[in-house]
């Protein structure tokens, strides 16, 4: 029992110092470009779990981690639900945040990298969870809206160590865009629940 | 061209994902076919010999690793331990230390347009089809003995799962998982032998949907800006170690390149 905690200890502690390595090694090598500043390479506790952890954080810890990270969202007032339309245009764009993006100017969502959502699409990325149908599986009420709206803004408060990028926290996409994407997954006119 | 490339690539895509794949095989083969890329190890030939800087003398005589002047199989051995500068380089940070040391250029000089575009190719561009070229047939074996090999592998290996930016992706973040896609790009998992011995046997590679050479240091560039971080530093320290550890995961394929990219 002592050689396993101290096995844990130890693994803890070198992978605490292997991050830091990495660390510095970015500072040294990496450089600011446009819009995409050193600060970027500044680890937050999330990642820093994430990385030490190999994506596998301790329950109790990343319970912790994901609260804070569902603190980060503001949920606006009234309808979550925006212009589905508009959604997937915002889904099918892929700018945003990148040294060769304006700043200043809202990002895509990048959506379709990763996911399959309108039938009418057929070329889909599969690193996440198909989307299709999304709203008319899973329903559109209110809990399901402001499920679809914080994930969208902040995957990790849901999941600590998800691949999926934190949209709204990022400041990738604005409330509004946010608002129109859960249109597209939730809004039965949606191509996504035809 | 991009944009021609990619509304062709739309109107071909049949209905369903299985067929669509393979009209994207037969893309590819069909690009592979008229691929220019002997035009660009013709270029890179007359810049190799071509007497530049204040020495006024060519790279004819740089050490790849094989010895002055050697290039069979030179590109093969790379990423690897360089005694005389001690430390790791690939054939990017190689060529500019000749450009220093034999030609007498300056860094800044030698670096000043490492990725170039359709209209103009860049030097290193050249150089690396041409260099490259000269490896076809010879199985890649990069150095992994060394202790800084060694070192720079785990550092590499380390920077390929860790997680940064805005976006929280690692390298693995697209390329770790068996089986999936970007839109209808195939994600080679490259911390895999299998899945990165292709990729290792064909880069540096010209790609078709911006007709453009492209290195291993402009993958690697281009991969971060993707994944919203700041701007590797060319030839550093960081970048090498990735394409050592994409290279000695992928090392035992005959060389094939220099490839052809969608």
């Known amino acids: 029992m002592t050689r396993l905690l101290l096995c844990l200890l130890f693994s803890c502690v070198t992978a605490a110092a292997a991050a830091d390595e990495i660390d510095k090694v970015l500072k040294r090598d990496f450089q600011a470009r446009g819009q995409a500043t050193m600060d970027r390479v500044v680890p937050d506790a999330l990642q820093r779990v994430c990385n030490e952890t190999d994506n596998r954080p301790p329950a109790e810890l990343a319970k912790t981690l994901e609260a804070d990270q569902m603190r980060t969202i503001a949920f606006p007032a009234g309808s979550l639900v925006g212009d589905w339309k508009r959604g997937e245009a915002t889904a099918q764009g892929g700018r945003g945040l990148t040294w060769t993006d304006k700043a200043g100017v809202p990002g895509d969502g990048s959506c379709y990298n990763c996911h399959q959502l309108s039938p009418r699409e057929s070329s889909y990325g599969t690193l996440g969870p198909s989307l299709y149908r999304f709203g008319a599986l899973r329903g559109n009420g209110p809990e399901m809206q402001k499920y679809v709206y914080g994930k969208i803004y902040n995957a990790k408060a849901y999941n600590l160590c998800s691949q999926m990028p934190r949209l709204g926290y990022s400041g990738t996409l604005t409330d509004e865009q946010i608002k129109d994407l859960v249109g597209l997954l939730l809004d039965p006119a949606s191509p996504v629940n035809q | ?4 490339a990619c509304v062709l690539l739309l109107v071909a895509l049949p209905a369903s994902a299985q067929d669509a794949k393979k009209e994207i095989q037969k893309y590819q083969q069909m690009i592979a076919e008229g691929s220019p890329v002997e035009l660009f190890e013709l270029g890179g030939e007359e810049w190799w010999k071509k007497p530049q800087g204040p020495a006024n003398v060519s790279l ?10 050697v290039l069979k199989g030179a590109y093969a051995r790379l ?14 940070s190689r060529l500019v230390h000749c450009m220093e040391t034999l030609q007498g250029r300056s860094r800044k000089e030698a670096t000043a ?14 150089l690396s089809a041409y260099i490259a070229g ?10 992994t003995s060394h202790p800084k090999e060694k070192q720079t592998f785990e550092l590499g290996r380390q920077l390929f799962f860790h997680r940064a930016g805005p976006w929280d992706f690692s390298c693995a973040s697209c390329h770790g998982e068996e089986g999936k896609r970007i839109r209808m790009q195939d994600l080679p998992v490259l911390s895999q032998p299998a899945a990165a011995r292709p990729i290792v046997a064909t880069w540096p590679a010209y790609r078709v949907s911006n007709s453009q050479f492209k290195t291993m240091q402009w993958r ?5 800006r993707q994944m919203r971080m700041p701007e590797p530093v060319f ?28």
Not at chain 2, 60 to 65: I, V
Not at chain 2, 220 to 224: E, F, T
């Open chain 2, 1 to 4: 061209m991009l944009r021609l």
């Open chain 2, 60 to 69: 004819e005589k740089c050490d790849l690793g094989m010895g002055p002047g």
């Open chain 2, 79 to 92: 990423p690897r331990y360089f005694k005389d500068a001690d430390r790791v380089m690939d054939l990017e």
């Open chain 2, 113 to 126: 347009r490492v990725f170039g575009n359709a209209e103009q190719p860049s030097e290193l561009e050249y």
């Open chain 2, 134 to 143: 000269q490896s076809r047939g010879v199985k890649m074996a990069p150095g």
């Open chain 2, 220 to 224: 690697i560039n281009d991969c971060y």
């Open chain 2, 235 to 262: 030839i550093s320290e960081a970048t090498v170690a990735v394409a050592m550890f994409l290279t000695a995961t992928g090392k035992g394929e005959p060389y094939r390149g220099p490839g052809t990219k969608r």
